[in-house]
């Protein structure tokens, strides 16, 4: 499957954004998503997953409360809505897919391994 994220830009703090992970391809069954970001000089960091029937959500710590992940299966498409956004929140955010119609725990899903596809990213910025 082939993942392409959209919605980043430069936005002041306290702003909103709303991010898109759209599915295409050969879309072989269900798939758990999760959005991962990377911020200049540090490593990639896991911010919110979504199990592949949307039942079960996930978040870091650094973003509950203020991020919501939801799906919509007929489009193909996962969203990372940002609310309260912080310049710490600047970074890019990657989607990334895993075929599965399994539940695991809630762990796994904050592990990059975890995942078999992953998208180029899309920058977001958030000025002080």
């Known amino acids: 499957v082939q993942l392409v994220e959209s919605g980043g830009r430069l936005v002041p703090a306290g702003g909103s954004l709303r991010l898109s992970c759209v599915s295409s391809?050969?879309?072989?069954?269900?798939?758990?998503m999760g959005w991962f970001r990377q911020a200049p000089g540090k490593e990639r960091e896991f911010a919110a997953a979504?199990?592949?029937?949307?039942?079960?959500?996930y978040y870091a710590d650094s973003v509950k409360g203020r991020f919501t992940i939801s799906r919509d299966n007929a489009k193909n498409t996962t969203y990372l809505e940002m609310n309260s956004l912080k310049p710490e929140d600047t970074a890019v955010y990657y989607c990334?897919?895993?075929?599965?119609?399994?539940?695991?725990?809630?762990?796994?899903?904050?592990?990059?391994?975890?995942?078999?596809?992953w998208g180029q990213g899309t920058q977001v910025t958030v000025s002080s």
């Open positions: 391809g050969r879309i072989r069954g269900s798939y758990a």
């Open positions: 979504i199990n592949w029937s949307g039942g079960n959500v």
């Open positions: 990334a897919a895993k075929l599965t119609s399994t539940e695991y725990s809630g762990k796994y899903y904050a592990t990059e391994y975890f995942y078999d596809s």
